[in-house]
């Protein structure tokens, strides 16, 4: 289903030609498992995503949703709920609310996303089996509430998920401990092992997530509090 918030043309259908000119349409006209394609523009109107799509911008620089609803706890620019399975992709949320709010057991994967300029929280995941995933995505300069509270990029509670897809793909290449092949020579068979494996916190901070264009680095341990403790893995 395409939207436009420039089409004046009248009957729309969602189709290319004669496009919705709100979301509210054109999450109504989409069915489960299709896309929603949002044409360059600013859209001023709270989003509430309570079914299995696709919510796709042409570009994140150029594909604004900016408007806010009533969320669950206060305005809310873009709301995903219910045992659902969502994407977005390739625009800017940016509202006087929380960016994104997830709960519900929602299940929601963000790529290329920009969080930014939202007030309270940029993103919210809560409950039990809510998870988000997030990649090449963007929290940025998230706005206080008036009375000076809040003003976090995410918040992630009540056994909820937030996986970064990029910082964990570091930290797979970074610890592992793997058996690299054998060599037979007449004293006996040598093995050989590729092994970076890291067991404590100290040594998971050091872990490099980002190498900038002037040669510095950027660490694990600069952007995530590391503890060391136990899991049950059964």
Known sequence: VHVDVG??????DGSREKPCATTLCAVGKTKTGGRMVLAAGDYDEG??????ISLMGR?????KIVGIREGPLGPVVVEAKGNVDITVRDLEISGP???LF?????RVSLERVSLDGNRNMGL???????SVSASDSLIARTESLEDGTHGRGAQISDSASLTLDRVAREIRRAAIDLPAGSLKTDAGEILFRTTERRDFGREFADIPVISRPDGSTLRLGEI??????????D
Not at 59 to 63: E, F, G, H, L, R
Not at 102 to 106: E, P
Not at 224 to 233: E, H, L, M, P, S
Request: contains cysteine.
């Open 7 to 12: 089409y004046a043309g009248g009957e729309s």
């Open 47 to 52: 989003v509430l995503l309570a079914k299995s």
């Open 59 to 63: 570009c994140n620089s150029m594909v």
């Open 97 to 99: 609310g929380v960016g």
């Open 102 to 106: 997830v709960y519900s057991s929602a």
């Open 124 to 130: 919210v995941v809560l409950q039990s089996g809510t």
């Open 224 to 233: 995530a509090v590391i503890t060391d403790g136990f899991a049950d893995i």
